[in-house]
């Protein structure tokens, strides 16, 4: 797909970077797609699920991007890897639970994701630039659509808005993994291809986030740290995700798609 | 639009009215070039001898399921014209496809298929120019502008419900994206 052009430093810390951006939408997609028939409404139930199936598409995108760079496999990186070699962001280890902790993660998420999108399409690398300014006129529906979201159970007040404070306190320390320092981040940056340093990228996400919680009346939320074992540290609820999405791969490893 | 070279290989006409025949796998009622998804049409030499046609291919959205079938439909197409010794589909997103680059055919022949065709709306947009964009449909049927959105998220990726308040139909709009 692509020919690069790339040393063996700036080569090993892009593809770190390209299989955090997978796995993200990967995990992600997967747990959201089990809201499919039983959100909360039947809008919803369209909604959620085709956020879900954009997920997986990015997923799939930026694993053929890294296989392109790494001369690799998308279906192997996708479904043929062990729990523990999935580098998604904390946050995402657990499983769907209520609808308040589904838009608490989301709203968190997709601020982040839209951050990083909007430097990658900044990115020295070409296929990445280009791949992340498609993908952020996608993204921000469905970042509309969750703060749509969060703005309706703030309003709403009572158990709605109580259990999404409680969800974003419960997140957040976690959401800081999704914009950590990365692996090789001097090489990607000396190179242009990230084009701006996490650590900035995570301080304007804080921001913006603030913001939209001050102006829906939520709480502010503490200045915290991310966790360096953020991207590796694996919960049971993964272990169990990871045992559905590999199902059918695992049913018969010499299929073909 | 891209100024054209004043010398174009004749044969790109005859791809391009082959490539106009094939319709959208999910909305039929358009071809893929009126929906835009036709990039660069381009006749190359090949280290082996003969030519190649390459084609490339915009994907509307990057997930969309149906971008493997329509790969596969313009590449039988163009291969049955037999105007090269080879024919290469190549996905690329650059530039990227938007709903802007449906053409004026295009966006009529939704409307008479009942889906309102998306605004124009340029090279970018943030979420609240999204929210003002989504809060305005046309009804393909009746023509008014009295519609509510039901869910920005419809039955494929890019198709949001609407409802038209004057005629009562419920109504697709072709998502401006």
Known sequence: ?257 | MVVQAAVRDPRELAVRAALDEIPDPEIPAISVVELGVIGEVAFEPRREGGERLSVELLPTFVGCPAIDVMRQQIGERLTALNVADEVEVRLTFAPPWTSDRISPEGREKLRGSGFAPPLRIGPSFDGQELQMYLAQATCPYCGSQNTTLDNPFGPTLCRAIYHCDNCRQPFEQFKSV
């Not at chain 1, 479904?79 to 999935?86: D, I, L, Q, T, V």
């Not at chain 1, 090789?184 to 603030?210: D, F, K, N, Y």
């Open chain 1, 1 to 257: 797909m692509s020919d690069w052009d790339l040393d063996a430093a700036q080569r090993d810390a892009l593809a770190a970077l390209l299989l955090t951006l997978a796995d993200d939408e990967f995990v992600l997609g997967f747990w959201d797609s089990e809201w499919t028939g039983i959100a909360p409404m039947l809008e919803e139930d369209v909604a959620t699920s085709s956020i879900s199936q954009d997920e997986i598409g990015h997923a799939r995108a930026w694993y053929e991007l890294l296989a392109s760079l790494t001369d690799d496999n998308a279906d192997r990186l996708a479904f043929g890897r062990a729990p523990e070699e999935y580098r998604h962001a904390a946050l995402l280890n657990h499983a769907r639970t209520d609808w308040a902790f589904t838009v608490a993660r989301r709203f968190l998420y997709e601020q982040a994701d839209a951050t990083r999108l909007e430097a990658l399409s900044r990115s020295s690398q070409a296929p990445v630039a280009e791949l992340a300014a498609k993908m952020r006129r996608e993204e921000t529906y469905h970042l509309m659509h969750f703060e749509v979201w969060l703005r309706r159970m703030a309003e709403a007040g009572g158990e709605a808005r109580r259990r999404l404070a409680e969800a974003l306190q419960r997140l957040w320390p976690e959401a800081q993994a999704v914009l950590a320092p990365l692996f090789g981040e001097e090489a990607l940056l000396a190179a242009g291809i990230l084009p701006e340093p996490m650590e900035s990228l995570r301080a304007r996400w804080v921001e913006r986030i603030q913001a939209t919680l001050a102006a829906n009346g939520l709480p502010q939320l503490p200045a915290v740290e991310p966790d360096p074992q953020g991207r590796t540290h694996r919960t049971d609820d993964f272990a169990w995700l990871h045992g559905q999405f590999t199902m059918v791969a695992r049913s018969d490893e010499a299929a073909t798609w």
